[in-house]
């Protein structure tokens, strides 16, 4: 099979490495990639937005199967389109994209089939929205309705800061037309969770549980990022919470997308707020996380090809997930001054020395090679990525590697899987069932 996969980030290169390993797969291109991705597939430089393009490029090489990493070309309807030129694609089509690219829509499905959400209400108008928050009071979430490349939510502890927020988004326009309509929405504690599973349209395989690390710096401060660190299993869902969330939170979702007339096909992601055991959902993804799926794939023992075929063609009902049963851990190395500005064009060292090393994978996010050396090319630039028999073996294991790994300006959080560590050390049950799921 010819694969041809849509992207250029850290969770692209973690795809590309697991095809790679598919004994179905002959060749595979990727658009526009990296320096990490280059290793294992042929990059072009063709946008992931210049449909066109990729269309015309998928014809020429007669690929067999393009999957799609990001969100941007979904919402440009490219399995649409794909799909009439009759050309095999894995993600989600234009209408079911609106689970992800409209934060009203999202909200009006949760309320509409009764799945577990944060109290909140639309607005189009900035006054009616004003007065909702005078009302309601603080803490209180911000949200954008549209894209707003992760940065269109804002939590608010007092309400002169939601008025900021509201007037940065609806009045200022600080997110263009995704800040048209807002969804206000109340503040839930707790603990946050990533849940994705594949679905036909009408069977669904989860994959095992996973967790983000949002915010920029250690212990979860100051602005959000695409995500610092991921580890996987996320102990917080253990048996009992990931039967409750395929039961009340996936299944009753894709039975509403069918009912809404939009049926969803490709990798559903949940983003969950779990307190006191239950989950509430903050927001859906139409595709894979960044950086959920470096430790996610790692752990997934199958070819993942007739997965995703199966998904296209429907009979997911047929596919079983192989875990391993070790934890995986991915520490992101970013660029100093990420998610602001930041320089480029800086050469890493110590990749060498990481690539000698056993169940440990360096996944490419914002890199580019000059002559022979690897450079930086972004805000987020590795996904340094280990496995390990516990988690606290995993964290031990990528900070081993990252320490190995260095470029002028590199940061990182130090405290990536911690979360996880406390959550297990308080249970001694959570210690037993610790990487099963
Ligand atoms: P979202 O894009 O909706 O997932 O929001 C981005 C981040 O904002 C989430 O990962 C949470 O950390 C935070 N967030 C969103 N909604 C809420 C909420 N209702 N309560 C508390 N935090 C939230
Ligand atoms: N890691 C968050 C996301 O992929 O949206």
Not at 184 to 210: C, H, Q, R, V
């Amino acid at each position: 099979m010819k694969v041809l996969v849509i992207g250029g980030g850290g969770r692209e290169h973690t795809l590309v490495w697991k095809i790679a390993q598919s004994p179905k797969v002959k060749k595979i291109y990727c658009t526009p990639g990296n320096a990490g991705i280059a290793d294992l597939a042929t990059c072009l430089p063709i946008s992931s937005g210049d449909i066109n393009k990729l269309i015309e490029f998928a014809q020429k090489e007669k690929i067999d199967l393009t999957i799609v990493g990001p969100e941007d070309p979904l919402c440009k309807g490219i399995v649409d389109l794909f799909e009439k030129q009759g050309l095999k694609i894995f993600g989600a089509n234009q209408k079911a994209v609106k689970i992800e690219s409209s934060k009203s829509f999202a909200k009006y499905l949760l309320n509409k089939y009764g799945i577990s959400t944060a109290v909140g209400e639309t607005f189009t108008s900035y006054k009616k929205a004003e007065n909702y928050i005078r009302k309601t009071g603080a803490p209180v979430v911000i949200k954008a309705d549209g894209l707003a490349a992760g940065k269109g939510v804002i939590v608010c502890e007092t309400v002169p800061e939601a008025i900021d927020a509201l007037k940065l988004i609806m009045k200022k326009r600080a997110f263009g037309d995704a800040g048209d309509k807002v969804v206000i929405e109340e503040y839930l504690a707790g603990e946050e969770a990533s849940f994705l599973a594949f679905t036909d349209g009408k069977n669904l395989l989860s994959l095992p549980s996973s967790q983000d690390h949002k915010a920029i710096y250690d212990n979860d401060r100051g602005p959000n990022t695409g995500g610092m660190g991921a580890y996987s299993p996320a102990p917080i869902i253990d048996r009992d919470m990931h039967k409750k969330i395929m039961e009340e939170i996936m299944l009753p979702t894709i039975r509403a997308m069918a009912n809404e007339g939009r049926p969803y096909k490709g990798v559903l992601y949940a983003g969950l707020m779990i307190d006191n055991g239950r989950a509430k959902v903050l927001e859906f993804n139409a595709r894979f996380g960044d950086p959920e799926t470096q430790p996610l794939l790692m752990r997934i023992k199958n070819d993942i090809v007739p997965i995703m075929e199966a998904t296209i063609e429907g009979t997911l009902d047929k596919c079983k997930l192989e875990i391993d049963n070790k934890a995986a851990v991915c520490v992101v190395m970013a660029s100093k001054g990420y998610p602001g500005s930041y320089k480029k064009g800086m050469p890493v060292s110590g990749l060498e020395d990481v690539k000698k090393m056993k169940d440990v994978v360096v996944f490419h996010a914002g890199t580019d090679k000059k002559e022979e050396t690897i450079v930086t090319n972004g805000g987020r630039v590795l996904g340094v990525t280990a496995l390990g028999n516990s988690v606290k073996e995993a964290i031990s294991k990528a900070y081993l590697s990252v320490s190995k790994i260095t470029w002028n300006g590199v940061y990182y959080r130090k405290d990536i899987g911690q979360k996880a560590l406390k959550r297990i050390e308080l249970s001694p049950k959570l210690k037993e069932k610790a990487g099963k799921l």
